[in-house]
T-cell receptor
Framework: DVKVTQSSRYLVKRTGEKVFLECVQDMDHENMFWYRQDPGLGLRLIYFSYDVKMKEKGDIPEGYSVSREKKERFSLILESASTNQTSMYLC????????????FGQGTRLTVV | AQTVTQSQPEMSVQEAETVTLSCTYDTSESDYYLFWYKQPPSRQMILVIRQEAYKQQNATENRFSVNFQKAAKSFSLKISDSQLGDAAMYFCAINPGGATNKLIFGTGTLLAVQP
């Protein structure tokens, strides 16, 4: 059974903290993605990676960075968390073929207080 | 740039009835891929159906079918014989393919199913 696993389902952090959201996939997929989900705004792409150590900005990269040191792991980093980063974060992975299904983690609901 | 628009924030359907969710998109690519994903309260995203733009035939998966109008850049989802388990958020998405392999999503439609 294919799997994308996010390290936390719920997370509460303080303003100014450095926050790491981890995502691991076991499908040997080339592409990995971080989305942010907010009511009325859908899923917005923050960053994605098509290979180890490669990264591309999505539509809303400001305030975030990413790391992909190994193929199976893609980390989202909030350098200095702010209250407007309170949201649901979804990780996804995809093969190198565009018509294939993306697989998603269960989501991390991050609250910044 | 690619965009996906879902103009219905919420929809409601009676059990056993049919409902259609709307989606329009914009892309400059000629070969691309369209998807409908379902997100139930568990938050786990599930692929419902996919359509390749070069195929004229509308995709069908059991009770789910699409109406793909390439010229109009429209990709609606029809759910027949609606069931209580169909209640969820539905997202339309496009993968433009080509040099960039990524999914761009719409804002979603929350579907309620009334018993």
């Amino acid at each position: 059974d294919v799997k994308v696993t996010q390290s936390s389902r719920y997370l509460v952090k303080r303003t100014g903290e450095k926050v790491f959201l981890e995502c691991v996939q076991d499908m040997d997929h080339e592409n990995m993605f971080w989305y942010r989900q907010d009511p009325g705004l859908g899923l917005r792409l923050i960053y994605f990676s098509y290979d180890v150590k490669m990264k591309e900005k999505g539509d809303i990269p400001e305030g975030y960075s990413v790391s992909r040191e190994k193929k199976e792991r893609f980390s989202l980093i909030l350098e200095s968390a702010s209250t407007n980063q309170t949201s649901m974060y979804l990780c996804a992975s995809l093969t190198g073929t565009a018509n294939t299904e993306a697989f998603f983690g269960q989501g991390t609901r991050l609250t910044v207080v | 740039a690619q965009t996906v628009t879902q103009s219905q924030p919420e929809m409601s359907v009676q059990e056993a009835e049919t409902v259609t969710l709307s989606c329009t998109y914009d892309t400059s690519e000629s070969d691309y891929y369209l998807f409908w994903y379902k997100q139930p309260p568990s938050r786990q995203m599930i692929l419902v159906i996919r359509q390749e733009a070069y195929k004229q035939q509308n995709a069908t998966e059991n009770r789910f079918s699409v109406n793909f109008q390439k010229a109009a850049k429209s990709f609606s989802l029809k759910i027949s014989d609606s069931q209580l388990g169909d209640a969820a958020m539905y997202f339309c998405a496009i993968n433009p393919g080509g040099a960039t392999n990524k999914l761009i999503f719409g804002t979603g439609t929350l579907l309620a199913v009334q018993p």
